[in-house]
């Protein structure tokens, strides 16, 4: 019988602790499949700081680090630095990368720091059980927005592919989604193009992707990618905001 | 050579292939140095955008295996506590540079040791030591430097130089001692797998009580070991000593010509210094105090120090205090007086 699907070898064979219905397991799926098919487990250290994926390192087979809440950038930059040769990423989530990490993104975005970050989006605080996110949406209802976020007092989401595009140490900020096979796939796309410019010393890649968060967001898991297409995308629309390598082939 | 620049040479020399800090005064010849230094040596300065990534930067570095050193003053110290916890969580040795001023809050510039609580007792939260060295001349700086590396490699903790403004300023000769080995092998390092051996995690994260509470356990174990191996002091002038001064880093010079003049007058004088603030060494401070009638504390805070040398005297003898504070440095002449009334006394 010929084998036409299976699991990445650098994603470990076990159970994961998402809820049901979470998109968490497909972004460490994609990532693991492009980890293979580049080579490079034994080459790759994965930083993973607090929120839901926190305790990613019992999942992805090679080296792992956790991180401080925000702090994964800073972290990647001194595997970096002190092992140039090695593969470096993060993997955060929006209340951890947009709001308390905003220092350590910026800056190391814009130091051009040849790493990867993958950018879990869930527009939700979901490990403390669904507070407002920096990238909660207008309106949307939290446990801290019982009403609904109201931009006067709780102020606007923050656009992480559109502001790190304005910076000139960024190789790639691309926006993404996970709520259909051609979105899959075309985060995989991202992944692979990231570690690339890794690969290529191209600098700082960031891929954002548009994830669910069924258990906080009080919806069932099709329910959730119903949202993603609904509210999500529209609210933060997917897309290349830089590209060098499109730039460099165009001159 | 000045303080900061010989304990930057000296961190070069010890194998410190990382360097991660941000500007405050009085340490900031430490990151010029770096900056001049390490990129011609084929090795990594930068310059982090605060206190708390260059700490987290350290982090990265020392799970990666290599040497990483981070610098700052007071106020930066406060900033990097969390990624200290969470060094010190991880298992992960590092050192640390506290040339410390005057505080709390901004405070002052002027030298000061009145971070002497938050290296020994509170770097952050959780139970957690780290190893502090308390130079108190340039030559300290340099020797102090290359066994926080070591030391810090060999438990597998972080651990600090608690300087002053004063000694990073100073200028005197120094010699650079041979370093013969200055990179530790680090089985445990997450610097990629290659397909040889398990995957490493680099973690602090333990949902489980029982599982927590036994690392703590192991750790403090190990922290039993450190207290045994490392506590170091200096003792001068003890043995018939009526009274002796405790004072450690740039005071215990002070102090040290205080107790000259005072032997000069007829007092029996005596210092002790601790070199070691954490593991505080207890053990030396009794025995050398052991014959006298007082102890003199004296320090650049408001008495830090005081509760742990009663504890080391278990309180059998009266200990008093004379300090200087917010970046005021007090004289000999000071201290000779405070030895004066305590000898008169008696
Ligand atoms: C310094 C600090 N502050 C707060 C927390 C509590 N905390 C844990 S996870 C989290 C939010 C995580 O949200 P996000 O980054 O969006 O990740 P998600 O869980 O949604 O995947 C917070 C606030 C913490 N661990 N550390
Ligand atoms: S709380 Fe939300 S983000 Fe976290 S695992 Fe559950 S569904 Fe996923
Ligand atoms: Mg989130």
Redesign the interface.
């Known amino acids: 019988m010929a084998v036409v699907f299976e699991k990445p070898k650098s994603l470990i064979d076990t159970a994961m602790h998402y809820c049901p219905g979470c998109t968490h397991g497909i972004i460490h799926r994609l990532i693991c499949e492009v980890i293979d098919e580049m080579g490079i487990e034994g080459d790759t250290i994965g930083v993973c700081p607090v929120g839901c994926s926190v305790m990613a390192y019992d999942y992805f087979a090679c080296d792992m680090i956790e991180a401080p809440h925000g702090r994964a950038p800073a972290v990647a930059t001194g595997v970096k630095r002190a092992l140039p040769d090695k593969y470096v990423f993060t993997y955060q989530g929006d209340g951890d990368l947009a709001a308390i990490g905003t220092a350590e993104t910026v800056h190391s975005a814009t130091r051009g720091e040849n790493i990867v970050v993958i950018f879990v989006n869930n527009t939700i605080y979901g490990m403390t059980g669904g507070q407002m996110a920096p990238t909660t949406i207008p309106g949307q209802i939290t446990q801290t927005t019982p009403y609904g976020r109201d931009t006067k007092t709780a102020g606007f989401p923050v656009k992480i592919c559109e502001m790190l595009s304005a910076l000139d140490g960024v190789a790639l900020a691309q926006r993404t989604s996970v709520d259909s096979v051609p979105h899959i796939r075309e985060t995989k796309n991202a992944i692979r193009k990231a570690f690339d410019n890794q690969k290529n010393n191209r600098g700082f890649s960031i891929v954002e992707i548009l994830s669910t968060c069924p258990t906080n967001w009080g919806l069932t898991p099709v329910e959730s990618m119903e949202r993603l297409r609904t509210e999500c995308i529209p609210y933060f629309p997917l897309g290349v905001y830089k590209d060098i390598t499109e730039t460099e082939e165009k001159k | 050579m000045k303080g900061n620049e010989a304990l930057a040479e000296a961190a070069i020399r010890a194998g410190c ?2 360097y ?1 800090g941000y500007p405050i005064t009085p340490q900031t010849e430490i990151a010029a140095y770096m900056a001049k230094r390490m990129p011609k040596e084929g090795r ?1 300065f ?1 310059q ?3 206190e ?3 700490i ?11 040497r ?1 050193m981070t610098s700052s003053s007071s106020p930066g110290i406060s900033l990097k506590s ?2 200290v916890s ?1 060094i010190a969580g ?1 298992d992960l040795p590092c050192v640390i540079i506290n040339v410390q001023r005057g505080g709390p809050g901004l405070g002052g510039i002027q030298p000061s040791q009145s971070d002497y609580w938050q290296a020994t007792k509170a770097l952050g939260h959780g139970d957690f030591q780290l190893l502090v060295y308390a130079p108190s001349s340039v030559q300290e700086m340099v020797d102090m430097v290359i066994k926080a590396f070591d030391n810090a490699d060999k438990y597998r903790m972080p651990a600090m130089i608690l300087a002053d403004g004063l000694l990073g300023q100073m200028m005197e000769p120094v010699s650079f001692p041979e370093i013969q080995n200055n990179q530790t092998y680090k089985p445990w390092a ?7 051996r398990p ?7 333990f949902l489980q009580a029982d599982q927590l509470e036994k690392l703590n356990f192991e750790r403090f174990k190990r922290y039993e070991i450190v207290k045994e191996e490392c506590p170091e002091a200096e003792t001068y002038m003890t043995e018939d000593a009526d009274i002796i001064v405790a004072a450690y880093g740039a005071v215990a010079r002070i102090a040290k010509s205080a107790v000259h003049r005072a032997r000069e007058m007829g007092i029996k004088a005596g210092l002790v210094r601790p070199i070691t603030l954490w593991p505080f060494p207890s053990e030396i401070i009794k025995k050398s105090t052991e014959n006298a009638k007082s102890i003199l504390v004296t320090e650049m805070s408001m008495g830090q120090m005081v509760d742990d040398i009663k504890l080391a005297v278990e309180c059998k003898i009266p200990v008093h205090f004379y300090g200087r504070t917010g970046g005021v440095v007090p004289t000999p002449d000071e201290v000779l007086n405070e030895i004066k009334k305590l000898g008169g006394a008696q």
């Open positions: 292939r990382c991660f990594v930068l982090a955008e605060s708390i990534a260059a987290n930067m350290v982090l990265g570095a020392a799970s990666a295996g290599v990483a969390e990624g969470y991880s997450t610097n990629g797998h290659g397909n040889k995957h490493n995690i680099i973690n602090s994260l």
